[in-house]
Protein backbone atom coordinates (compact mmCIF):
# COMPACT_ATOMS: atom_id res chain seq x y z
CA UNK A 1 0.00 0.00 0.00
CA UNK A 2 1.53 3.47 -0.83
CA UNK A 3 2.00 5.59 2.15
CA UNK A 4 0.07 9.58 2.06
CA UNK A 5 1.87 12.29 4.20
CA UNK A 6 2.14 16.00 3.75
CA UNK A 7 5.42 18.24 4.56
CA UNK A 8 3.46 20.89 6.05
CA UNK A 9 0.86 23.34 6.26
CA UNK A 10 -0.56 26.34 6.03
CA UNK A 11 -0.80 28.22 9.41
CA UNK A 12 -2.52 31.58 8.79
CA UNK A 13 -5.31 30.21 8.82
CA UNK A 14 -7.94 29.98 6.32
CA UNK A 15 -9.29 33.37 7.36
CA UNK A 16 -6.14 34.76 8.14
CA UNK A 17 -6.29 34.25 11.34
CA UNK A 18 -2.70 33.86 12.35
CA UNK A 19 -2.07 37.61 10.97
CA UNK A 20 -4.90 39.37 12.46
CA UNK A 21 -4.06 37.54 16.16
CA UNK A 22 -0.37 38.55 16.03
CA UNK A 23 -1.23 42.32 14.92
CA UNK A 24 -3.70 42.14 17.96
CA UNK A 25 -1.16 40.91 20.20
CA UNK A 26 1.77 43.12 18.76
CA UNK A 27 -0.50 45.96 19.55
CA UNK A 28 -1.64 45.41 22.85
CA UNK A 29 -4.99 44.73 21.90
CA UNK A 30 -5.00 40.96 23.00
CA UNK A 31 -2.84 39.52 25.47
CA UNK A 32 0.12 36.65 25.22
CA UNK A 33 -2.22 33.73 26.24
CA UNK A 34 -5.04 34.68 23.30
CA UNK A 35 -1.91 34.62 21.20
CA UNK A 36 -1.25 31.25 22.47
CA UNK A 37 -4.83 29.94 22.21
CA UNK A 38 -5.10 31.14 18.54
CA UNK A 39 -1.99 29.20 17.46
CA UNK A 40 -3.47 25.85 19.25
CA UNK A 41 -6.04 26.21 17.56
CA UNK A 42 -5.19 26.56 14.37
CA UNK A 43 -3.17 23.87 14.82
CA UNK A 44 -5.50 21.60 15.80
CA UNK A 45 -7.65 22.91 12.99
CA UNK A 46 -4.68 22.22 10.64
CA UNK A 47 -4.35 18.65 12.45
CA UNK A 48 -7.95 17.79 11.53
CA UNK A 49 -7.63 18.68 7.87
CA UNK A 50 -4.97 16.08 7.40
CA UNK A 51 -6.25 13.50 9.67
CA UNK A 52 -6.98 10.70 6.70
CA UNK A 53 -3.34 10.95 5.54
CA UNK A 54 -0.77 8.12 6.98
CA UNK A 55 1.61 10.77 8.62
CA UNK A 56 0.97 13.71 9.70
CA UNK A 57 3.16 16.97 9.67
CA UNK A 58 4.26 18.35 13.26
CA UNK A 59 6.61 20.94 14.57
CA UNK A 60 5.60 22.87 10.99
CA UNK A 61 3.46 25.66 12.41
CA UNK A 62 5.29 29.24 13.56
CA UNK A 63 4.29 32.14 15.05
CA UNK A 64 6.72 33.94 12.51
CA UNK A 65 8.75 31.49 10.83
CA UNK A 66 10.34 27.89 11.05
CA UNK A 67 13.90 28.45 10.67
CA UNK A 68 13.61 30.95 13.80
CA UNK A 69 11.64 28.50 15.29
CA UNK A 70 15.03 26.00 14.47
CA UNK A 71 17.10 28.39 16.48
CA UNK A 72 15.36 28.72 19.50
CA UNK A 73 15.27 24.60 19.25
CA UNK A 74 18.85 24.66 19.15
CA UNK A 75 19.36 27.38 21.70
CA UNK A 76 21.03 29.63 19.07
CA UNK A 77 20.02 33.30 19.87
CA UNK A 78 21.72 36.29 19.06
CA UNK A 79 24.27 37.82 22.13
CA UNK A 80 22.31 40.86 22.02
CA UNK A 81 18.47 38.44 23.69
CA UNK A 82 20.56 36.62 25.85
CA UNK A 83 19.78 36.89 29.40
CA UNK A 84 16.52 37.26 28.86
CA UNK A 85 14.09 36.65 32.41
CA UNK A 86 10.60 37.49 30.59
CA UNK A 87 8.14 34.79 28.59
CA UNK A 88 10.24 33.38 25.66
CA UNK A 89 7.30 34.10 22.88
CA UNK A 90 8.62 38.00 23.79
CA UNK A 91 12.06 37.28 23.46
CA UNK A 92 10.91 35.45 19.75
CA UNK A 93 9.55 38.42 18.78
CA UNK A 94 11.86 40.42 20.02
CA UNK A 95 14.54 38.63 17.61
CA UNK A 96 12.10 39.03 14.89
CA UNK A 97 11.01 42.26 14.85
CA UNK A 98 13.21 44.06 17.51
CA UNK A 99 10.49 44.35 20.45
CA UNK A 100 7.50 41.96 21.33
CA UNK A 101 4.20 43.70 21.96
CA UNK A 102 3.76 47.34 23.23
CA UNK A 103 4.11 47.03 26.83
CA UNK A 104 6.02 44.33 26.91
CA UNK A 105 9.40 45.72 27.60
CA UNK A 106 8.58 45.69 31.18
CA UNK A 107 9.23 42.23 31.33
CA UNK A 108 12.62 42.15 30.08
CA UNK A 109 15.78 42.58 32.74
CA UNK A 110 18.76 43.13 30.09
CA UNK A 111 17.06 44.53 26.46
CA UNK A 112 14.21 46.43 25.77
CA UNK A 113 14.42 47.08 22.34
CA UNK A 114 17.08 45.63 20.36
CA UNK A 115 18.08 45.06 16.66
CA UNK A 116 16.07 42.77 14.60
CA UNK A 117 17.28 39.76 13.06
CA UNK A 118 18.41 39.89 9.25
CA UNK A 119 15.78 39.41 6.91
CA UNK A 120 15.99 37.03 3.87
CA UNK A 121 14.04 35.14 1.00
CA UNK A 122 13.83 31.17 1.30
CA UNK A 123 14.80 29.85 -1.59
CA UNK A 124 13.44 31.43 -4.87
CA UNK A 125 9.90 31.55 -3.00
CA UNK A 126 8.24 35.05 -1.79
CA UNK A 127 8.05 33.54 2.16
CA UNK A 128 10.98 35.15 4.12
CA UNK A 129 12.80 33.87 7.11
CA UNK A 130 15.32 35.20 9.92
CA UNK A 131 19.07 34.72 9.34
CA UNK A 132 20.49 32.43 12.17
CA UNK A 133 24.00 34.76 13.20
CA UNK A 134 26.85 32.50 14.16
CA UNK A 135 30.06 33.47 15.57
CA UNK A 136 33.33 31.27 15.86
CA UNK A 137 32.14 31.03 19.62
CA UNK A 138 29.04 30.13 18.81
CA UNK A 139 27.00 27.18 21.49
CA UNK A 140 23.94 25.41 21.00
CA UNK A 141 21.86 23.88 23.13
CA UNK A 142 18.64 21.68 22.65
CA UNK A 143 15.47 23.41 23.86
CA UNK A 144 12.46 21.39 23.34
CA UNK A 145 9.97 22.71 23.90
CA UNK A 146 8.48 24.01 20.75
CA UNK A 147 8.55 20.82 19.66
CA UNK A 148 7.46 19.23 23.03
CA UNK A 149 4.24 21.14 22.97
CA UNK A 150 3.21 20.40 19.44
CA UNK A 151 3.73 16.56 19.74
CA UNK A 152 1.46 16.64 23.05
CA UNK A 153 -1.09 18.50 21.66
CA UNK A 154 -0.63 16.00 18.41
CA UNK A 155 -1.01 12.97 20.75
CA UNK A 156 -4.00 14.30 22.36
CA UNK A 157 -5.60 14.81 18.88
CA UNK A 158 -4.75 11.08 18.41
CA UNK A 159 -2.34 12.59 14.91
CA UNK A 160 -0.16 10.19 13.33
CA UNK A 161 2.66 12.37 14.22
CA UNK A 162 5.99 12.86 12.14
CA UNK A 163 7.84 15.87 13.31
CA UNK A 164 9.35 18.01 10.89
CA UNK A 165 13.01 20.06 11.33
CA UNK A 166 15.26 21.63 9.43
CA UNK A 167 18.32 19.39 8.59
CA UNK A 168 21.81 20.48 10.10
CA UNK A 169 23.67 21.49 6.73
CA UNK A 170 20.50 23.78 5.75
CA UNK A 171 20.17 25.25 9.17
CA UNK A 172 24.29 26.09 8.71
CA UNK A 173 23.94 26.61 5.52
CA UNK A 174 21.14 29.19 5.50
CA UNK A 175 23.19 31.34 8.34
CA UNK A 176 25.38 34.83 8.28
CA UNK A 177 28.68 34.34 10.10
CA UNK A 178 28.97 37.78 11.76
CA UNK A 179 32.97 37.86 12.04
CA UNK A 180 35.40 35.74 9.67
CA UNK A 181 34.98 32.00 10.79
CA UNK A 182 33.56 29.07 8.77
CA UNK A 183 29.97 27.91 9.34
CA UNK A 184 30.93 24.25 8.66
CA UNK A 185 33.27 24.55 11.11
CA UNK A 186 30.43 24.65 13.83
CA UNK A 187 29.26 21.21 12.56
CA UNK A 188 31.20 19.49 15.19
CA UNK A 189 29.37 20.89 17.96
CA UNK A 190 25.63 21.10 16.02
CA UNK A 191 25.81 17.78 15.71
CA UNK A 192 24.97 16.06 19.58
CA UNK A 193 22.21 18.50 19.84
CA UNK A 194 20.48 17.18 16.57
CA UNK A 195 21.18 13.62 18.09
CA UNK A 196 19.67 14.74 21.40
CA UNK A 197 16.40 15.96 19.52
CA UNK A 198 16.19 12.62 17.44
CA UNK A 199 16.66 10.96 21.06
CA UNK A 200 13.63 13.21 22.25
CA UNK A 201 11.60 12.02 19.69
CA UNK A 202 12.15 8.27 20.16
CA UNK A 203 11.30 9.24 23.67
CA UNK A 204 7.73 10.37 22.28
CA UNK A 205 7.20 7.39 20.72
CA UNK A 206 7.74 9.10 17.07
CA UNK A 207 8.57 7.07 14.23
CA UNK A 208 9.41 9.12 11.72
CA UNK A 209 11.30 12.16 11.70
CA UNK A 210 11.11 14.25 8.61
CA UNK A 211 14.45 16.16 8.15
CA UNK A 212 14.74 19.13 5.44
CA UNK A 213 17.67 19.38 3.63
CA UNK A 214 16.54 21.75 0.35
CA UNK A 215 20.30 23.21 0.30
CA UNK A 216 20.54 19.70 -2.02
CA UNK A 217 18.80 21.38 -4.75
CA UNK A 218 21.56 23.84 -4.83
CA UNK A 219 24.95 23.63 -6.03
CA UNK A 220 27.56 22.51 -3.16
CA UNK A 221 31.09 22.89 -3.24
CA UNK A 222 33.09 19.68 -2.41
CA UNK A 223 33.39 20.84 1.61
CA UNK A 224 29.73 21.04 1.84
CA UNK A 225 29.14 17.73 0.10
CA UNK A 226 31.58 15.99 2.42
CA UNK A 227 29.75 17.89 5.20
CA UNK A 228 26.63 15.79 4.51
CA UNK A 229 28.76 12.67 4.64
CA UNK A 230 29.67 13.19 7.93
CA UNK A 231 26.78 14.77 9.47
CA UNK A 232 23.94 11.93 8.36
CA UNK A 233 26.74 8.64 9.08
CA UNK A 234 27.05 10.90 12.77
CA UNK A 235 23.11 9.55 12.59
CA UNK A 236 23.74 6.02 11.79
CA UNK A 237 23.38 5.52 16.10
CA UNK A 238 19.54 6.38 15.94
CA UNK A 239 16.22 4.97 17.43
CA UNK A 240 13.87 6.88 15.10
CA UNK A 241 13.45 6.35 11.37
CA UNK A 242 14.69 9.90 8.90
CA UNK A 243 12.72 11.01 6.05
CA UNK A 244 15.41 13.51 3.95
CA UNK A 245 13.00 15.93 2.13
CA UNK A 246 14.44 18.07 -0.54
CA UNK A 247 12.49 20.35 -2.58
CA UNK A 248 12.28 23.41 -4.82
CA UNK A 249 14.22 21.76 -7.79
CA UNK A 250 16.24 18.40 -8.87
CA UNK A 251 19.48 17.34 -7.41
CA UNK A 252 21.49 17.30 -10.17
CA UNK A 253 25.07 16.39 -9.16
CA UNK A 254 23.72 15.84 -5.77
CA UNK A 255 21.26 13.26 -6.45
CA UNK A 256 23.78 10.43 -6.08
CA UNK A 257 24.89 12.22 -2.78
CA UNK A 258 21.05 11.90 -1.33
CA UNK A 259 20.32 8.39 -2.56
CA UNK A 260 23.98 7.18 -0.60
CA UNK A 261 23.45 8.57 2.77
CA UNK A 262 22.49 6.49 5.70
CA UNK A 263 18.47 7.55 6.06
CA UNK A 264 15.55 5.82 5.81
CA UNK A 265 14.04 7.71 2.92
CA UNK A 266 14.20 10.29 0.48
CA UNK A 267 11.43 12.57 -0.90
CA UNK A 268 12.17 14.40 -4.10
CA UNK A 269 10.40 16.88 -5.89
CA UNK A 270 8.17 15.12 -8.72
CA UNK A 271 7.59 18.69 -10.26
CA UNK A 272 10.71 19.72 -10.63
CA UNK A 273 13.05 16.91 -10.87
CA UNK A 274 10.18 14.23 -12.40
CA UNK A 275 13.09 13.02 -14.32
CA UNK A 276 15.31 12.02 -11.52
CA UNK A 277 12.57 9.74 -9.26
CA UNK A 278 13.12 6.51 -11.79
CA UNK A 279 17.13 7.01 -10.92
CA UNK A 280 16.15 7.19 -6.92
CA UNK A 281 14.21 4.49 -7.51
CA UNK A 282 16.89 2.45 -8.91
CA UNK A 283 19.44 4.05 -6.94
CA UNK A 284 18.08 3.46 -3.04
CA UNK A 285 18.80 0.91 -0.88
CA UNK A 286 16.20 -1.92 -0.97
CA UNK A 287 15.02 -1.23 2.62
CA UNK A 288 14.88 2.69 1.74
CA UNK A 289 11.07 4.87 1.12
CA UNK A 290 11.03 6.88 -2.22
CA UNK A 291 8.72 9.49 -1.26
CA UNK A 292 7.49 11.25 -4.15
CA UNK A 293 6.15 15.17 -3.91
CA UNK A 294 3.42 14.55 -7.10
CA UNK A 295 1.40 17.65 -6.64
CA UNK A 296 2.59 20.84 -7.10
CA UNK A 297 2.95 22.47 -3.56
CA UNK A 298 3.59 26.04 -5.24
CA UNK A 299 0.49 26.83 -7.08
CA UNK A 300 -2.89 26.91 -6.99
CA UNK A 301 -4.05 24.59 -10.20
CA UNK A 302 -5.31 21.35 -10.36
CA UNK A 303 -3.36 18.33 -10.85
CA UNK A 304 -3.25 16.55 -13.93
CA UNK A 305 -3.85 12.91 -11.96
CA UNK A 306 -4.68 10.85 -15.17
CA UNK A 307 -1.13 12.04 -16.60
CA UNK A 308 0.23 11.53 -12.75
CA UNK A 309 -0.91 8.53 -12.66
CA UNK A 310 1.04 7.70 -16.20
CA UNK A 311 4.16 7.66 -14.49
CA UNK A 312 3.41 7.30 -10.92
CA UNK A 313 2.12 3.29 -11.51
CA UNK A 314 4.91 1.85 -12.97
CA UNK A 315 6.75 3.26 -9.76
CA UNK A 316 4.33 1.74 -7.63
CA UNK A 317 4.63 -1.67 -9.19
CA UNK A 318 8.27 -1.56 -8.49
CA UNK A 319 8.61 -0.16 -5.28
CA UNK A 320 5.34 -1.76 -3.63
CA UNK A 321 5.05 -0.17 -0.01
CA UNK A 322 8.47 1.80 -0.11
CA UNK A 323 6.43 4.38 -2.23
CA UNK A 324 5.40 7.13 -0.59
CA UNK A 325 2.78 10.48 -2.16
CA UNK A 326 2.71 14.10 -1.29
CA UNK A 327 2.81 17.23 -2.52
CA UNK A 328 6.30 18.47 -3.72
CA UNK A 329 7.28 20.60 -0.79
CA UNK A 330 4.95 22.41 2.11
CA UNK A 331 1.56 23.81 1.35
CA UNK A 332 2.63 26.73 3.44
CA UNK A 333 3.00 28.56 -0.29
CA UNK A 334 -0.34 28.36 -1.17
CA UNK A 335 -3.94 29.23 0.47
CA UNK A 336 -5.79 27.13 2.77
CA UNK A 337 -8.89 25.89 1.88
CA UNK A 338 -10.69 26.97 -2.16
CA UNK A 339 -14.26 26.67 -0.16
CA UNK A 340 -13.84 30.06 1.25
CA UNK A 341 -13.45 32.02 -2.05
CA UNK A 342 -17.35 32.78 -2.38
CA UNK A 343 -17.29 35.28 -5.17
CA UNK A 344 -14.49 33.80 -7.34
CA UNK A 345 -15.87 33.06 -10.85
CA UNK A 346 -17.03 29.72 -11.10
CA UNK A 347 -15.37 28.80 -14.22
CA UNK A 348 -11.57 29.76 -12.84
CA UNK A 349 -12.80 28.33 -9.56
CA UNK A 350 -13.54 24.68 -11.64
CA UNK A 351 -9.81 25.10 -12.05
CA UNK A 352 -8.11 25.65 -8.89
CA UNK A 353 -7.15 23.47 -5.74
CA UNK A 354 -5.95 25.11 -2.81
CA UNK A 355 -4.43 23.26 0.42
CA UNK A 356 -7.05 20.97 1.57
CA UNK A 357 -7.66 20.02 -2.10
CA UNK A 358 -3.92 19.57 -2.98
CA UNK A 359 -4.29 16.92 -0.31
CA UNK A 360 -7.62 15.33 -1.47
CA UNK A 361 -5.35 14.63 -4.69
CA UNK A 362 -2.57 13.02 -2.96
CA UNK A 363 -5.37 10.79 -1.33
CA UNK A 364 -7.14 10.24 -5.05
CA UNK A 365 -3.45 9.63 -6.52
CA UNK A 366 -3.25 6.64 -3.43
CA UNK A 367 -6.80 5.16 -3.84
CA UNK A 368 -6.11 4.55 -7.73
CA UNK A 369 -2.88 3.22 -6.56
CA UNK A 370 -4.13 0.69 -3.83
CA UNK A 371 -6.84 0.08 -5.56
CA UNK A 372 -6.57 0.80 -8.91
CA UNK A 373 -8.43 3.78 -10.96
CA UNK A 374 -11.63 1.99 -11.04
CA UNK A 375 -12.32 2.61 -7.45
CA UNK A 376 -11.98 6.56 -8.19
CA UNK A 377 -13.78 6.75 -11.92
CA UNK A 378 -15.58 9.47 -11.53
CA UNK A 379 -13.34 11.76 -9.44
CA UNK A 380 -10.78 11.11 -12.30
CA UNK A 381 -13.74 12.10 -15.08
CA UNK A 382 -14.18 15.22 -13.37
CA UNK A 383 -10.73 15.97 -12.84
CA UNK A 384 -9.83 15.33 -16.81
CA UNK A 385 -13.36 17.56 -17.45
CA UNK A 386 -11.55 20.20 -15.26
CA UNK A 387 -8.29 20.08 -16.74
CA UNK A 388 -9.45 19.82 -20.68
CA UNK A 389 -11.88 22.93 -19.82
CA UNK A 390 -8.98 25.24 -18.41
CA UNK A 391 -6.84 23.92 -21.03
CA UNK A 392 -9.42 24.67 -23.91
CA UNK A 393 -11.07 27.93 -22.63
CA UNK A 394 -10.58 31.32 -24.11
CA UNK A 395 -9.31 32.72 -21.25
CA UNK A 396 -5.92 30.43 -21.57
CA UNK A 397 -6.17 30.28 -25.37
CA UNK A 398 -6.69 33.95 -27.23
CA UNK A 399 -7.15 34.04 -30.12
CA UNK A 400 -6.43 37.39 -30.77
CA UNK A 401 -2.97 37.19 -28.30
CA UNK A 402 -2.04 34.01 -30.60
CA UNK A 403 -2.36 36.44 -33.76
CA UNK A 404 -0.74 38.99 -32.85
CA UNK A 405 2.79 36.21 -31.43
CA UNK A 406 2.31 35.06 -35.35
CA UNK A 407 3.02 38.20 -36.49
CA UNK A 408 5.77 39.04 -34.46
CA UNK A 409 8.91 39.69 -36.79
CA UNK A 410 12.21 40.65 -37.12
CA UNK A 411 11.23 44.08 -38.15
CA UNK A 412 9.58 44.74 -34.45
CA UNK A 413 13.11 44.94 -32.96
CA UNK A 414 14.59 48.03 -34.84
CA UNK A 415 13.16 51.77 -33.27
CA UNK A 416 11.77 53.47 -35.96
CA UNK A 417 12.16 56.79 -34.68
CA UNK A 418 15.31 58.60 -32.88
CA UNK A 419 15.34 59.18 -29.09
CA UNK A 420 14.38 62.95 -29.35
CA UNK A 421 11.37 62.13 -30.95
CA UNK A 422 10.17 59.31 -29.19
CA UNK A 423 10.91 61.20 -25.96
CA UNK A 424 8.71 64.13 -26.91
CA UNK A 425 5.78 62.02 -27.52
CA UNK A 426 6.30 60.08 -24.18
CA UNK A 427 6.32 63.23 -22.76
CA UNK A 428 2.91 64.46 -24.29
CA UNK A 429 1.19 61.44 -23.54
CA UNK A 430 2.38 60.59 -19.89
CA UNK A 431 2.83 64.18 -18.48
CA UNK A 432 5.16 63.02 -15.88
CA UNK A 433 6.56 65.40 -13.40
CA UNK A 434 10.37 65.56 -13.28
CA UNK A 435 11.18 62.92 -11.00
CA UNK A 436 8.72 60.65 -11.10
CA UNK A 437 8.67 58.00 -8.04
CA UNK A 438 6.49 54.94 -6.96
CA UNK A 439 6.36 53.36 -4.10
CA UNK A 440 6.50 48.83 -3.76
CA UNK A 441 3.40 46.84 -1.68
CA UNK A 442 5.96 46.80 1.64
CA UNK A 443 6.05 50.94 1.75
CA UNK A 444 6.45 51.46 5.62
CA UNK A 445 3.19 52.05 7.31
CA UNK A 446 4.37 54.56 9.99
CA UNK A 447 1.69 55.69 12.48
CA UNK A 448 2.07 59.32 10.70
CA UNK A 449 1.11 57.79 7.36
CA UNK A 450 -1.52 55.39 8.77
CA UNK A 451 -3.15 58.06 10.51
CA UNK A 452 -3.38 60.20 7.10
CA UNK A 453 -5.09 57.24 5.75
CA UNK A 454 -7.43 57.15 7.58
CA UNK A 455 -8.05 61.08 7.54
CA UNK A 456 -8.22 61.15 4.07
CA UNK A 457 -10.64 58.05 3.76
CA UNK A 458 -12.77 59.62 6.31
CA UNK A 459 -13.16 62.80 4.50
CA UNK A 460 -10.83 64.81 6.89
CA UNK A 461 -8.13 65.26 4.64
CA UNK A 462 -8.16 66.42 0.89
CA UNK A 463 -5.86 65.70 -1.59
CA UNK A 464 -3.76 68.89 -1.21
CA UNK A 465 -3.06 67.87 2.49
Not at 24 to 49: I, P, V
Not at 72 to 87: A, I, K, S, Y
Amino acid sequence: MVTTHNLGFPRIGAKRELKFGLERYWKAESSRDDLKALGADLRARNWASQASLDLVPVGDFSFYDQVLDMSFTLGNLPERVQGFHGDKLDNYFRVARGRSAQGAEEHAACCGGVAAGEMTKWFDTNYHYIVPEFTADTQFNLDTSHLLEQLREARAQGVKAKPVIIGPLTYLWLGKAKDDSDKLALLPRIMPVYRALLDYCRVMDVEWVQIDEPILVTELDPAWRAAFVTAYEGFEERSVKLLLTTYFGPLKENLDLACALPVDGLHIDGINAREEVAFAARKLPEKSVLSVGAINGRNIWKTDLNATLEWLEPLAKQLGERLWIAPSCSLLHVPVDLASEEKLDPEIRSWLAFALQKLDEVKLLAAALNEGRGTIAAELAANAAAIAARRNSPRVNNPAVKAAIARIDAKLGHRQNGYAERAAKQAAILKLPAYPTTTIGSFPQTAEIRQARSQFKSGALDHAG
